[in-house]
């Protein structure tokens, strides 16, 4: 099986299997028990996040771990309406993760000042209207890279127009991807993720800084320094300790191979595949991901595209959620001007630092003639 999908690509690394390996099953202690072998993995942990912190350019007591980006996401813009009344109405990309997109429209619907900004034709949010809600009492979330095309957002600029509002960025496809500073980005949050660099899933953390007042969405536990109840998972904790180290050390390399591998990607679909649209920007790109849909897209089933891919032995996928069997339009795709047959039909390439050119090359011949029967 070749795997080109943002998940799977990213399957967990040997030496972060390793590393967790003692804390499962020999030092295996409550870090919050003040026996030894809870001391022992309250070091582990905050040894963690101090290098987490500092490959993000961050405070350690900055850093709080979770279950991963969707709880980091949640939590965010949940308390700092309710816990935390940080603020009292939050701007969202139209573009966001749904993680982002859901519990805005949660909140909307209770009657909240909820809006959402719209992007362009690249997915690039309107920068400009964003200045409209520089206020002390708004939340602005605009992800860093986003999931399904790639786009890389202006957050410096973000940050520039609105310098009162308090900004928050999804950084889970950006965090050891893309440099990532938070000092650099002007962030008040971040949210970052394991098991986009390698690894494990169920562990992410957020980035809250240093002044805020962040009270904790859930109760329960004191743990996460009041800020994130719950046992904090050491072994998750050490391996993502170790894939961030990897990811952030190796990131300048793995990404000039990544960005080979997917300009070579699109190369190889414009050429031999007539008829594509490529929706990821030429320019402002994250170097793995790859998302095309088709011009005759009204004539392609898309579900039934990805399904053919993965009978031939590659995982892809479109890019959105499939709910009750029927594969739904991507709703970043849909905000970019794209058709619902177009956003249905989309295909959303995905590459990591082990992927080859022949497993791309591969992946290109067979879409190729899954569309060419398709037509015929």
Same mark, same amino acid.
């Given at each position: 099986?070749i795997?080109?999908?943002?998940s799977?690509t990213?399957?967990i690394?040997?030496?972060v ?8 099953t020999?030092? @295996? ?5 003040? @026996? ?7 070091v ?5 996040r101090?290098?987490?912190?500092a490959?993000m ?8 771990f ?10 965010i813009?949940k308390?700092?309406i309710d ?6 109405s ?9 993680s ?20 362009n ?11 409209? @809600? ?8 605009v992800m860093a890279?986003?999931?399904?095309t ?6 410096h ?18 965090f050891g ?14 949210t970052?993720?394991?098991?986009k ?5 169920g562990?992410?953390?957020? @980035? ?10 859930q109760q329960?536990g ?6 994130r109840?719950g046992?904090e ?8 300790q170790?894939?961030?180290r ?5 990131l300048h390399?793995?990404?000039h191979?990544?960005?080979?591998l ?23 790109r ?7 849909s ?11 595209v990805?399904?053919?891919?993965d009978i031939?032995g ?13 594969l739904?339009p991507s ?9 619902v ?5 989309a295909?959303r390439?995905s590459v990591?630092?082990d992927t080859?050119?022949k497993?791309?090359d591969?992946?290109?011949t067979i879409?190729?003639?899954i569309a ?5």
């Open positions: 099986m795997y080109l999908d943002n799977a990213t399957r690394d040997n030496d299997l390793e590393a967790m390996l003692p804390w499962l020999e030092d @295996y202690g409550n870090a919050s028990s003040i @026996y030894s072998i809870g001391r022992k993995a309250r582990a942990i905050e040894d963690a101090a290098e987490i912190a490959l350019n961050a405070h350690p007591a900055e850093i709080i979770t279950s991963g980006g969707t709880e980091a996401n949640n939590a813009l308390s700092s816990e935390s009344n940080l603020v009292d939050i701007i969202v990309g139209s573009t966001e993760h749904h982002v997109l859901h519990p805005a429209r949660e909140l909307h619907r209770r009657g909240l000042d909820i809006r959402e900004i719209p992007v034709a690249l997915g690039i949010v309107d920068v400009t209207a964003l200045s409209a @809600y520089n206020n002390p009492k708004t939340l602005i979330s890279v986003n999931n399904e790639g786009t890389i957002q202006p957050i600029d973000i940050r520039s127009a609105a310098p009162l509002s308090l900004v928050h960025t999804d950084a889970v496809q950006a991807k893309i440099d990532f500073d938070v000092a650099a980005y002007g962030v008040d949050f971040a970052i993720s394991a098991h660099i390698h690894g494990p899933k562990i992410g953390a957020m @980035y809250i800084r240093k002044g805020i007042d962040f009270k904790a969405h329960g004191a743990q996460e320094r009041n800020r109840a046992t998972a050491t072994p998750l904790i050490v391996g993502f170790v894939a961030a990897k990811a952030i050390g190796d390399k793995n990404a191979n990544m960005h080979e997917t300009s070579h990607l699109i190369t190889m679909l414009k050429r031999d595949i007539p008829g594509i649209r490529v929706n990821t920007p030429d320019v402002l994250a170097p793995h991901i790859v998302n095309i088709f011009n005759d897209a009204e004539t392609l089933d898309g579900e039934a990805l399904q053919a891919m031939k590659i995982a892809v996928s479109n890019g959105s959620a499939c709910v009750s069997g029927s739904q709703h970043v795709l849909l905000a970019m001007g794209l058709s047959a177009e956003s249905k039909a295909v390439f990591c630092k080859t050119i497993e791309v591969t992946a290109v879409l190729a003639e060419r029967s398709m037509r015929n």
